[in-house]
């Protein structure tokens, strides 16, 4: 017999948050125009409810496949808001998904949803639906937060390491800082990378036995 839950219950959305730094300036978010009530023609972050029967991993990458044309992202939980005026449709909690790279799998397209999609400047995005100026805020603090205690780009350089210069770079554009070799040095006394063949390869620790869990998103 089936059993049936007396009690009023949230909704679970999932939302999508796309990084693309080019040529390793300061990254630009993936942003979609709605083409559909609450907040028709309003910007927002790629995403939609969670069906019954996936993950919530799952359904960030199966959202954000629909809405931009762009599969398989290296998505990673970052935080849920659950503020109970965040969404006009009823009560809902949110799980943000995240990811940092530097291209593409392919050309992104706006499609079910997504009236439009665009590359938008964290520091100045556009008129946001639901919470979601409020999510780029904290995603904002998280990869500043990231780039100056820990290490960034991992899904950019994860595979043939990165040189010295570019380390640097990627980092000092993030933080809006000049960076010396010091930064570095830090960053091995801490094995959160080593040098090989004069090239950086990243260490990320991991910290959970959790597939879909990093502690370091970006």
Same mark, same amino acid.
């Given at each position: 017999?089936?059993?049936?839950?007396?009690?009023?219950?949230?909704?679970?959305?999932?939302?999508?948050?796309?990084?693309?730094?080019?040529?390793?300036?300061?990254?630009?978010?993936?942003?979609?125009?709605?083409?559909?009530?609450?907040?028709k023609g309003l910007w927002a972050l790629p995403g939609g409810f969670m069906e019954m029967e996936e993950t919530a991993l799952h359904g960030a990458k199966r959202e954000l496949e629909e809405?931009?044309?762009?599969?398989?992202? @290296?998505?990673?939980?970052?935080?849920?808001?659950?503020?109970?005026?965040?969404?006009?449709?009823?009560?809902?909690?949110?799980?943000?998904?995240?990811?940092?790279?530097?291209?593409?799998?392919?050309?992104?397209?706006?499609?079910?949803?997504?009236?439009?999609?665009?590359?938008?400047?964290?520091?100045?995005?556009?008129?946001?639906?639901?919470?979601?100026?409020?999510?780029?805020?904290?995603?904002?603090?998280?990869?500043?937060?990231?780039?100056?205690?820990?290490?960034?780009?991992?899904?950019?350089?994860?595979?043939?390491?990165?040189?010295?210069?570019?380390?640097?770079?990627?980092?000092?554009?993030?933080?809006?800082?000049?960076?010396?070799?010091?930064?570095?040095?830090?960053?091995?006394?801490?094995?959160?990378?080593?040098?090989?063949?004069?090239?950086?390869?990243?260490?990320?620790?991991?910290?959970?036995?959790?597939?879909?869990?990093? @502690?370091?998103?970006?």
């Amino acid at each position: 017999m089936s059993y049936c839950y007396e009690y009023p219950r949230a909704s679970i959305t999932l939302d999508a948050v796309v990084l693309k730094s080019e040529n390793l300036e300061f990254p630009k978010v993936l942003l979609i125009k709605r083409l559909n009530p609450p907040f028709k023609g309003l910007w927002a972050l790629p995403g939609g409810f969670m069906e019954m029967e996936e993950t919530a991993l799952h359904g960030a990458k199966r959202e954000l496949e629909e809405e931009t044309s762009l599969p398989d992202m @290296p998505l990673k939980p970052i935080f849920s808001c659950s503020e109970p005026e965040r969404d006009p449709r009823g009560r809902t909690l949110t799980v943000v998904f995240g990811c940092l790279t530097d291209k593409l799998p392919c050309p992104p397209a706006a499609a079910d949803d997504a009236a439009e999609l665009g590359f938008f400047s964290l520091m100045s995005p556009p008129e946001m639906a639901f919470d979601h100026a409020r999510v780029l805020d904290e995603i904002k603090a998280s990869l500043l937060w990231q780039a100056k205690y820990a290490i960034i780009g991992q899904d950019i350089f994860k595979h043939s390491g990165v040189s010295k210069k570019d380390f640097l770079t990627l980092h000092s554009n993030i933080l809006g800082e000049n960076l010396l070799d010091d930064f570095i040095e830090e960053k091995l006394s801490k094995d959160l990378i080593e040098l090989r063949d004069e090239k950086l390869f990243y260490k990320t620790p991991s910290a959970s036995n959790f597939p879909d869990w990093s @502690p370091l998103i970006w």
